[in-house]
């Protein structure tokens, strides 16, 4: 029988919105949940934006206490949901290690016994007498880490701490959260990476509006979430430029919206040149579901010339979609004048499209075509 | 360990302020002499006291006027500047407004150091009563920890609290005998006068540090149980608001 380290119970939490003078407006960020966990898991949570991942691990962390329901919490809990929480950025390294790791709950002899290990895992032992305010964002959340670490903690609260730093850093902190759960400590963890999710959770819940949807293996859930994310409302198209030259049509030919990932599609937009100009560059770019920008091709660029357009014109392009995994993407137009710093037309989310498959990597939106060879 | 993480507190707090300045630490010197400088020209020059050893009677008084204003408006801000500690750390929150009001004193305690030599130097003695001090601040710190507890958690539900105290705190400036003597106050008005507990305490610190005679000692008593209320109101009040102050902060 696996010993049980965290018992969240209906746990309700409300938050009252101040409008106007004396009115309130009641805003529920947990609603009901219960869920368990047991010693040496690790247990991530999942949702959008505001869906209550960061209130539930406060709630658990005891930072904020539930309205209704309770949460028994068995061990020595440190959450880690913002590093160099409380860092005087007038004090040097040194003085901050022992700063910050009061706060976090470490004895001051205890800081003492471990402080070569904190400055050694941080690699910073150059900079420990530099003021923090001298030090550069990366350097300032290795110290961060490399001391919450030193805590001992029985349970881990980690909330997408591990987004900033270096690649090189991020990979330490991953081994070094890795090897506490060999140790049968118990990791809570938040990110909007779901290839870390599926790589190194035990179990995964998914939260929506405060509510606990979906609990299970992590791929089960972590589909569910990207399915959610396909139905997610297509953001509002946003246009702007001078207008010189305007896109009077766009779309994928025959107004298809859904491809599967070996097909090619073809983008067509047509235009109308209203004042006489002679050269342009159309172009596109192409951003996944989480915003983040995956290519922005243009014709001068890829074919080293300008589109000479005449009155009304038509631009086909082929995209091959085998490059890109399973999920939701969007595209966004541009036509710029012959510098490609001012646009005639940029329509914003001008297109949207799904890309339907079997997801074999969760990590990001770009499908390799690598080949295996195993002996 | 909530003691450690006082003292850091408490250290960080005062590093960053004096730290940086050319003059240092130096500044906790030059701060109440200078505003004793002030008061002495304006009040030798245009309203004179008829009082021995003035600069001294000055110096005592701004001395513990400081450090009744230096904690409670350090602290009735501290909690909302340290929103991150509130939200993101699991730490005492009441440490602090308790670690604002512990750098106030010990600055306070500094400048009665300096208070101390510049009445050895003056009168060429000084008195055993000056002991007396030490109890008396520590009764002084509980009042103004009860003080603190209050203001810095009704700050995050009233915001408005913080420019009504800026301006309470240069009005009682004036109920003070601070640059006036107490035999100025008119006998009829003054049971009204000595409502005011920051008026009590500095009369009582007068007493031991200016004339270094011992207070009264149903003073004494008085401020120590009145310092025990209103520290014991305060770590309830705020042990009462606390959780509502997470959600609004």
């Known amino acids: 029988m696996r010993k049980r380290v965290i018992e969240a119970n209906n746990i309700v939490l409300n938050y009252h919105i101040p409008c106007g003078l004396f009115k309130t407006e009641k805003l529920t960020a947990v609603n009901n949940i219960s869920f368990e966990v047991y010693e040496g898991e690790m247990l991530s949570i999942i949702g959008f934006n505001g869906s209550g991942k960061t209130t539930m691990l406060s709630l658990i962390s005891g930072i904020l206490k539930p309205d209704k329901g309770s949460i028994n919490v068995h061990g020595r809990i440190v959450p880690f949901l913002g590093l160099g929480i409380g860092f005087n950025p007038e004090l040097s390294g040194k003085e901050n290690v022992f700063l910050y790791g009061t706060i976090m709950g470490l004895p001051r002899k205890e800081i003492m016994r471990v402080y070569d290990d904190i400055v050694e895992f941080s690699e910073l032992k150059k900079f420990m007498h530099l003021k923090i305010k001298e030090y550069s964002s990366g350097m300032y959340v290795r110290l961060g880490f490399s001391v919450a670490i030193h805590t001992h903690p029985d349970i881990l609260i980690i909330d997408e701490v591990l987004a900033v730093g270096d690649y090189a850093f991020q990979q330490k902190c991953l081994n070094k959260i890795v090897q506490m759960k060999s140790d049968s400590k118990t990791i809570l963890f938040v990110s909007h990476n779901m290839g870390l999710i599926t790589r190194f959770s035990d179990r995964v819940i998914l939260l929506n509006e405060g509510k606990l949807i979906l609990e299970g293996e992590p791929e089960t859930v972590v589909n569910k979430f990207m399915n959610m994310r396909k139905e997610m409302p297509i953001p509002e198209i946003n246009r702007r430029g001078s207008g010189q030259i305007i896109y009077t049509e766009y779309g994928f030919k025959n107004d298809r919206d859904e491809f599967a990932d070996n097909e090619t599609a073809l983008l067509i937009l047509k235009y109308t040149n209203n004042s006489k100009i002679e050269k342009a560059i159309p172009g596109f770019a192409l951003y996944s579901d989480t915003g983040q920008l995956i290519t922005g091709p243009n014709l001068l660029d890829y074919e080293k010339r300008f589109l000479n357009p005449g009155k009304n014109g038509e631009i086909r392009i082929k995209i091959p979609m085998g490059f890109l995994n399973p999920g939701k993407y969007y595209i966004s137009l541009g036509m710029y004048d012959k510098t490609n710093r001012f646009p005639y037309d940029h329509i914003e989310y001008a297109v949207n499209f799904t890309i339907t498959g079997e997801i074999r990597d969760y990590s990001g939106p770009i499908k390799s075509n690598i080949e295996w060879e195993t002996k | ?249």
């Open chain 2, 1 to 249: 360990m909530n003691v450690d993480v006082l003292i850091e507190l408490v250290k960080s707090d005062l590093k960053s302020k004096y730290k940086n300045a050319f003059l240092g630490f130096l500044w906790i010197i030059f701060e109440p002499l200078l505003i004793m400088l002030i008061l002495y020209l304006v009040f030798n020059r245009f309203i004179r006291f008829d009082m021995p050893y003035y600069p001294l009677y000055l110096l005592s008084g701004i001395t513990v006027w400081r450090i009744f204003v230096n904690s409670t408006t350090g602290s009735l801000t501290s909690l909302q500047r340290n929103r991150d500690l509130v939200l993101k750390v699991r730490i005492k929150r009441i440490l602090l407004p308790l670690s604002s009001v512990c750098s106030s004193v010990l600055t306070g305690i500094f400048e009665i150091v300096i208070y101390v030599l510049f009445f050895a130097i003056i009168k060429k003695s000084i008195h055993v009563e000056f002991l007396l001090t030490i109890p008396f601040l520590f009764v002084y710190s509980l009042c103004l920890a009860g003080i603190s507890f209050i203001l810095s958690i009704v700050y995050i539900y009233i915001r408005d609290i913080k420019p009504a105290w800026d301006v309470f705190v240069q009005a009682l400036f004036f109920l003070c005998p601070i640059f006036y003597p107490l035999s100025l106050i008119p006998i009829k008005y003054i049971t009204y006068y000595l409502l005011n507990p920051v008026a009590v305490f500095i009369i009582g610190f007068q007493n031991i540090l200016y004339k270094g005679i011992m207070p009264d000692i149903t003073v004494l008593i008085n401020s120590l149980f009145f310092s025990i209320i209103v520290f014991i109101i305060g770590i309830m009040l705020f042990k009462f608001l606390e959780n509502g102050m997470v959600k609004r902060i």
